[in-house]
């Protein structure tokens, strides 16, 4: 099947700090969506993107079909980011 690698599998959020993580694809993707699933288990969407880079309060996404991943950026890490990050891509 298709493989999705997601990086760092873990991350120590510091507060005030700016976190990156990224999904590489193995085959190309239509489009990516992130996730955050906070410490009580509820799943939050974050982005959804065919293509380019989109912001959303201090996150930010970019994605890339070509080169094949995204990428998630948080700047000024706050405790309310701490939870599970999750990326989801459809195929072509």
Not at 29 to 38: A, E, G, H, I, L
Not at 43 to 57: C, D, P, Q, V
Not at 71 to 76: N, Q, R
């Amino acid at each position: 099947g298709d493989n999705v690698e997601q990086s760092p599998s873990a991350l120590s959020l510091h507060k005030g700090t700016n976190p990156a993580l990224r999904c590489n694809f193995s085959t190309s993707m239509n489009s990516v969506q992130w996730f955050r699933q906070d410490p009580r288990g509820s799943l939050i969407h974050l982005f959804y993107l065919a293509s380019g880079t989109k912001e959303n309060g201090r996150l930010k996404s970019t994605f890339d079909s070509k080169e094949r991943y995204s990428t998630l950026h948080i700047s000024d890490a706050q405790l309310e980011d701490s939870g599970t990050y999750f990326c989801a891509a459809d195929t072509q």
